[in-house]
């Protein structure tokens, strides 16, 4: 079975400072990983997923994240927060064997003007 | 295209009684799996239908059961309702099974009082 860390349960971040939401996870076979975001009230929106090939990956919304096999990690970054950021953010990950999601506790992220 | 609809958004229930929950997948999208996610929690998995078969079955009792109809849609029914299972009930629809990115629904917030 797999299991997913989040080392920081919440994160206080001023408008416009960096963020970096951390997120190990264990499993004796490969996984593909993922991002999810919930908005106050809403359910569960992808945010970015490594699946294979290059190991950092991009949102739309300028959030990044990088796989990094040897140290089972997948943190997630953003250089500037919005408000609009405000939210949970959920580190997920798939095993080959069984693609179940299985989901950290999440990251409560509070940006403040 | 309309995405996971849920019905209904929230609901009240007392202990001892049953109820059902209602999913309609993405167009296009015929696996469905329910989560159940607990105040200042992450998501966990219940269990996932595909072809109207429950495929994989998360870490829960006998009491949650669920059906998968001929047009994809869903049901979740929790009989002998506990204190315990008052939580926000998520489905997610993927595009088939083992298919990596999920589609999640609003949720429905079940009370049990």
């Known amino acids: 079975a797999q299991s997913v860390t989040q080392l920081d349960s919440q994160v206080p971040v001023f408008e416009e400072a960096p963020v970096e939401l951390r997120c190990n996870y264990s499993?004796?076979?490969?996984?593909?990983l993922f991002w999810y975001v919930q908005y106050p009230n809403q359910g569960l929106q992808l945010l970015l997923k490594?699946?294979?090939?290059?190991?950092l990956v991009e949102s739309i919304n300028g959030f990044e994240a990088e796989f990094n096999k040897s140290q089972t990690s997948f943190h997630l970054r953003k250089p500037s927060v919005h408000i609009s950021d405000t939210a949970e953010y959920f580190c997920?990950?798939?095993?080959?064997?069984?693609?179940?999601?299985?989901f950290g506790a999440g990251t409560t992220v509070t940006v403040r003007a | 295209d309309a995405g996971v609809t849920q019905s209904p958004t929230h609901l009240i229930k007392t202990r001892g009684q049953q109820v059902t929950l209602r999913c309609s997948p993405k167009s296009g999208h015929d696996t469905v799996s329910w989560y159940q996610q607990a105040l200042g929690q992450g998501p966990q998995f219940i269990f996932q239908y595909y072809e109207e078969e429950e495929r994989q079955r998360g870490n829960f009792p006998d009491r949650f059961s669920g059906h998968q109809f001929p047009n994809y849609s869903s049901e979740l029914n929790v009989n002998a309702l506990l204190l315990g299972d008052s939580a926000l009930y998520l489905c997610?629809?993927?595009?088939?099974?083992?298919?990596?990115?999920?589609?999640f629904g609003q949720g429905t917030r079940l009370t049990v009082v």
């Open positions: 997920a990950v798939i095993s080959v064997r069984d693609y179940k999601l299985s």
């Open positions: 490594y699946l294979s090939g290059s190991t």
């Open positions: 997610a629809s993927s595009l088939s099974l083992g298919y990596t990115e999920a589609f």
């Open positions: 499993s004796s076979v490969s996984v593909y």
